[in-house]
Nanobody, 122 residues
């Protein structure tokens, strides 16, 4: 099995920065894409940013230029550096890993983290 362990959420003032981390644990052979989604109260979950194992990224337009996604394949870890945070960035942020291959299991898995709360408020 595979699990995602997230860290780095919290309370920050507008204009501040936070860095989210997410590490995939388990007997993982490979992961295609890793990314971050967010869900604000009363809204649907939306993709914030994703990165493939060859480094190709997809960044949501509303955060482009403020958020940066990066990945350490050797550590099965993805990071989301969030700068110039705005109140509208407040949400629960979920890590996602797609097309995960686990030793001893067939097929591809999609795995979600438990979520970490980011609150941007003065």
């Amino acid at each position: 099995q595979a699990q995602l362990v997230e860290s780095g959420g919290g309370l920050v003032q507008p204009g501040g920065s936070l860095r989210l981390s997410c590490t995939a644990t388990g007997t993982i052979r490979s992961i295609n894409a890793m990314g971050w989604y967010r869900q604000a109260p009363g809204k649907q979950r939306e993709l914030v940013a994703s990165i493939t194992n060859d480094g190709s990224t997809n960044i949501r337009e509303s955060v482009r230029g403020r958020f940066t996604i990066s990945r350490d394949n050797a550590k099965n870890t993805v990071y989301l550096q969030m700068n110039s945070l705005k109140p509208e960035d407040t949400a629960v942020y979920y890590c996602n890993a797609a097309d995960v291959v686990v030793a001893g299991e067939g097929g591809y898995l999609e795995v979600w983290g438990q979520g970490t709360l980011v609150t941007v408020s003065s």
